[in-house]
């Protein structure tokens, strides 16, 4: 027997977790991003391509988690 999902309950759990992440946690990936974004090989430019992308995709993803962050704390503060 399978057990079924529920999407809300695993929506809600992914909210929850973004809502607890602190700022120092935001400062810390951005520093790995900005690495990623800014690496430089002269003898692997495939790498330093591939690694540039990562970092662009990994700011972006940031930037949206703290925008989803801003909008669900802002929901919470909405009266009943």
């Known amino acids: 027997m399978t057990k ?6 695993e ?7 973004i809502l607890k992440l ?3 946690d935001f400062v810390e ?6 690495q ?3 690496y430089t ?11 540039h992308e990562l970092g662009c995709h990994n700011l972006k993803v940031l ?7 801003k909008i669900l704390a ?3 503060k909405v009266q009943k």
């Open 4 to 9: 079924e999902r529920n999407g809300i309950k």
């Open 11 to 17: 929506i809600e759990k992914v909210c929850r977790v």
């Open 22 to 24: 602190q700022e120092n």
């Open 29 to 34: 990936m951005r520093k790995v991003a900005l």
């Open 36 to 38: 990623q974004y800014e």
């Open 41 to 51: 090989h002269p003898l692997k430019p495939s790498t330093a391509h591939w690694q």
């Open 63 to 69: 930037d949206a988690l703290e925008n989803l962050q």
């Open 74 to 76: 802002d929901g919470s």
